[in-house]
C-alpha cells in the first residue's frame, strides 16, 4: 500500500510539472470591443437553455459529449470553433435560426 501511495505522488508530482514546463498555456483571444458584449449576449441566452434541461453545466455536458471547457466558454462569451457553438445548439435542441431571432445585432 506504500509504495502505490508513494507511486501515485510521483505520478501527480510529474504530471504537475509537466504542466507547468510543457503544456502551452491557452491563449485568450481579446475580442474587438464591438463583439465582446454580444458574444456575452450568446453565452448567456446558451446558460439560459441549458438551464432548462440541467442547471448544472458539467452534468449538461458530460452526459450530452460536449467538452465541459467548450461549453464554459461558450457560455462565458469566449471565442470558440463555428462547430463547437453549433453543437451545443443542437444539444439544446434551438435551431441557429430560433437561438438567434431575438438577437438585434
Known amino acids: ?7 501515485h505522488k510521483m505520478l501527480c508530482f510529474f504530471i504537475h ?13 481579446e475580442l474587438p470591443e464591438e463583439i465582446a458584449p454580444v458574444m ?3 453565452g ?8 432548462k434541461l440541467n442547471p448544472n453545466y458539467r452534468n449538461f455536458a458530460e452526459s450530452n459529449n460536449i467538452n465541459v471547457m467548450t461549453l464554459w466558454r461558450v457560455q462565458n462569451g469566449e471565442d470558440v470553433k463555428l ?9 439544446l435542441g434551438v ?11
Open 95 to 105: 435551431s441557429p435560426k430560433e437561438f438567434f431571432s431575438t438577437f438585434d445585432y
Open 40 to 42: 456575452k449576449e450568446i
Open 44 to 51: 448567456l441566452k446558451v446558460d439560459e437553455h441549458r438551464k
Open 83 to 91: 462547430s463547437s457553438f453549433l453543437m451545443i445548439l443542437k444539444k
Open 1 to 7: 500500500m506504500h509504495n502505490t501511495l508513494c507511486m
Open 17 to 29: 510539472l509537466l504542466k507547468i514546463f510543457v503544456m502551452p498555456k491557452r491563449k485568450i483571444i
